[in-house]
């Protein structure tokens, strides 16, 4: 039975009229402990959710949705190695990539979590030669940049972090991501280099990703002709996370720096496998095994913690309260910190990818809207941008807000500037400023309506003791769950991603025609014909 046909979707439904008429300032005066009752802590992670428009009736009702749709079932199969990924027909063990040595999660009656030890150890290795300078250039130069080529989850991830962390990096290498097929992006990111100094990890688990081997091949040529074209370059200069020995040694690359990862591994979850290689060369491996710990730390609450106090399970139930049953498309994520800037970008591909879906997991046309479409930037500077519309407009947006007590710097008075924001905006997204308050200030009555705040906009607070390696995967691990519940309320699969393959199988047809040498004959629709028509006219100078 479709979970929209469930008693428990149809309580929900009902439930809806009567919290649709409640609006947050009600909820709080009629409950003034509210604000102390409705929070959770797991870890260094201190979430407030009394700023939903929920009451203790719709919490109940909503674990009553997950009970009936299986979500703990559907973990504990994830726990156990089970092919959850129904359509490739893969085990989802993004947690094995964490799991502490000596635990046993077996795929196929094989335990994986010795052989992810053993490449932890390899990447440890290799890195700890490259932040002491055993490991140089062809030249015998000192590596200074690191350089991810990869795209999607073999860039966001480790880029995230990188960004994320770079206070805890070694300063003296710097890491640089580049993913675009764009030349302006490779030329930018690398135009200030010394070939002889610059180390490539090219992260793609085929060898053959498009956009990845277009850049690594520009790489390539990149650093042979500042080695006067010495081939043997390529083997101190390149490095390889992949699974496909024989082009890896194929493009120069010595099959024993190649540093592998699994097909039960989906791309949006692997920053913490060996994707994570150049953020373990700039942090060191130590304060990567700390993000390790933190993951963990939110895994193991994850699998054993009942939903009603269970962190990522009720923040996904919240997302399908708000997407499901009253309308908002959308989640803005709103990190109070410099450094998580990337954050956003990466729970889009998390959230977007995952559970864009709309056929079930037995091919079946969805019921229900699924997929948050995930957006924001880091405060305050998203306050004099979008906020505008959070706060005054005609949409329903659902806002996280993430914070930290302490700063990695702490200069004067800025982070109680800085915080004293995190505080103020779920406050009057919650409130809001009626027209009486409005006017009791001596606002003219003409301007009343316009600086009239209606509030009963929901927000969830997470504040955090501080960014470090140990709490970014605590907080990572929070949003890789919270995904996963929502994807098993929806009965979809969250762990494949055929609608990025359509695309990717035209450009690869189109690519000829563009640089055919006459005129190519055209079998595309009328519109994407001319394009091509045009765009070679425009190459050509005509």
Partial sequence: MPITESPAWRALQAHVEHVASLHLRDLFASDPRRGETMCLEVGDLYLDYSKNRVTAETLRLLADLARAAGVEKLRDAMFAGEKINVTEHRAVLHVALRAPAGSVIEV?????????????AEMRAFAERVRSGEWTGHTGKRIRTVVNIGIGGSDLGPHMAYDALVDFSDRSIECRFVSNVDGNEFWELTYDLDPEETLFIISSKTFTTLETMTNAHTARRWVLEALGGDERGVGRHFVAVSTNTEAVAAFGIDPANMFEFWDWVGGRYSYDSAIGLSLMIAIGPDRFEEMLRGFRLMDDHFRHAPIEQNMPILLGLLGIWYGDFLGAETLAVLPYSHYLGRLTPYLQQLAMESNGKSVDREGRPVGMQTGEIVWGQPGTNGQHAFYQLIHQGTKLIPCDFIGFARSRHELGNHQDVFMANFFAQPEALAFGKTAEEVAAEGVPPEEVPHRTFPGNRPSNSILISELSPFTLGQLIALYEHKTFTQGAIWNINSFDQWGVELG???????????????????????????????????????
């Avoid at 196929?108 to 932890?120: A, Q, S, T, Y």
């Avoid at 004959?521 to 009328?526: N, T």
């Fill in 504 to 542: 990717k199988k035209l450009a690869q047809d189109i690519i000829p025609e563009l640089d055919a040498a006459t005129e190519p004959d055209l079998g595309h629709d009328s519109s994407t014909n001319a394009l091509i028509r045009r765009y070679r006219r425009l190459r050509a100078g005509r």
């Fill in 108 to 120: 196929d009656e094989v335990n994986v979590v010795p052989e992810v030890h053993r490449v932890l």
